[in-house]
């Protein structure tokens, strides 16, 4: 009688163990991954030199560096600076030429997204919603 229950006793255990190296490994599957990607577009800036990208740390954005592209010369309008605000819902960006002047007509920016996200998917439908 002794044996059996020491037996179901460490049948149990070791059942346990097992269901909760099972409830672990399928916790670890849902953490989130964290991933960096550059995404480009064109904007057009306002007559203060704003323009803004609808995706925020609501998306799972942590952080988010932004620098110009084009047009590289030939104009007053190269973007030389971009500032960066990343808010819940926007990444607000306002852009300067290399005298400090706002920049108003149509620029391609390039920003350094760092995210993360619950999902591989979910990673690649934010790039493509914030590349253009």
């Given at each position: 009688?002794?044996?059996?229950?020491?037996?179901?006793?460490?049948?149990?255990?070791?059942?346990?163990?097992?269901?909760?190296?099972?409830?672990?490994?399928?916790?670890?599957?849902?953490?989130?991954?964290?991933?960096v990607f550059v995404a480009s577009d064109v904007?057009?800036?306002?007559?203060?030199?704003?323009?803004?990208?609808?995706?925020?740390?609501?998306?799972?954005?942590?952080?988010?560096?932004?620098?110009?592209?084009?047009?590289?010369?030939?104009?007053?309008?190269?973007?030389?600076?971009?500032?960066?605000?990343?808010?819940?819902?926007?990444?607000?960006?306002?852009?300067?030429?290399?005298?400090?002047?706002?920049?108003?007509?149509?620029?391609?920016?390039?920003?350094?997204?760092?995210?993360?996200?619950?999902?591989?998917?979910?990673?690649?439908?934010?790039?493509?919603?914030?590349?253009?």
């Amino acid at each position: 009688m002794r044996r059996t229950f020491v037996a179901t006793a460490v049948a149990g255990l070791l059942l346990a163990g097992l269901v909760a190296v099972n409830v672990r490994q399928g916790a670890k599957a849902q953490e989130p991954i964290e991933v960096v990607f550059v995404a480009s577009d064109v904007f057009d800036p306002d007559i203060n030199g704003y323009a803004s990208i609808a995706a925020g740390t609501n998306d799972g954005i942590l952080g988010v560096e932004c620098g110009g592209s084009n047009p590289q010369g030939g104009t007053v309008q190269i973007p030389s600076q971009v500032m960066t605000q990343l808010g819940a819902a926007q990444i607000r960006l306002r852009v300067f030429n290399h005298v400090g002047q706002r920049v108003t007509s149509l620029v391609r920016i390039n920003c350094t997204i760092d995210a993360l996200v619950p999902t591989a998917a979910a990673a690649q439908q934010l790039k493509a919603k914030l590349t253009g």
